[in-house]
T-cell receptor, first 115, second 113 residues
């Protein structure tokens, strides 16, 4: 049973650049959520995708955008990178929201460093 | 604003003893609660979920929920050095987690051999 996968593992970018991170959900899951985890902090919710639409967004600027594909995989895009965007980006998958099963399983994460 | 509070630690416990981790949450609308374990440099790994008041046991782990006090705890019995990690408490609303999980900052647990 394949778990949540993310790519790439590590990424180094410079300020002002754009980055795309990718996630494939756990088999049988159709909902993908993205989180940002700064060093020493808990993960912060960015947004959630279900049925190829953004279902809910946390307190993140529009520089953060996403997409979900028909096969349920998802991308996170960050434009105009800032030094403060350096973090571990986590993807979590779950089954259809509202069906009393909201447990989220995390992928290994992508470590983004902005120089 | 929804908040989950945890003591950051470190919490040091001798091997074989019971480790007790606690968190409180601010949003009374929260219905689902989760404990994740995170080793340094790794992603969070689900340990337990709890939805109803009372205790839920799974092996060496027991989660406790008190919605009236807005309090969640995790007990680890017979602590092992491999239990040394950061433990994250998370809460979700009643909408199937659509607002995302709200995490605490985590408690750093050290099991002393």
């Amino acid at each position: 049973d394949a778990g949540v996968t993310q790519s790439p593992t590590h990424l180094i970018k410079t300020r002002g650049q754009q980055v795309t991170l990718r996630c494939s959900p756990k088999s049988g899951h159709d909902t993908v959520s993205w989180y940002q985890q700064a060093l020493g902090q808990g993960p912060q919710f960015i947004f959630q995708y279900y049925e190829e639409e953004e279902r809910q967004r946390g307190n993140f600027p529009d520089r953060f955008s996403g997409h979900q594909f028909p096969n349920y995989s998802s991308e996170l895009n960050v434009n105009a990178l800032l030094l403060g965007d350096s973090a571990l980006y986590l993807c979590a998958s779950s089954v259809t929201p509202g069906q009393n099963t909201d447990t989220q399983y995390f992928g290994p994460g992508t470590r983004l460093t902005v120089l | 604003q929804k908040e989950v509070e945890q003591n950051s630690g470190p919490l040091s416990v001798p091997e074989g003893a019971i480790a007790s981790l606690n968190c409180t949450y601010s949003d009374r609308g929260s219905q689902s609660f989760f404990w994740y374990r995170q080793y340094s440099g790794k992603s969070p790994e689900l340990i337990m979920s709890i939805y109803s008041n009372g205790d839920k046991e799974d092996g060496r782990f027991t989660a406790q929920l008190n919605k009236a006090s807005q309090y969640v705890s995790l007990l680890i019995r017979d602590s092992q050095p491999s239990d040394s990690a950061t433990y994250l408490c998370a809460a979700a609303d009643s909408g199937g987690g659509a607002d995302g999980l709200t995490f605490g900052k985590g408690t750093h647990l050290i099991i002393q051999p």
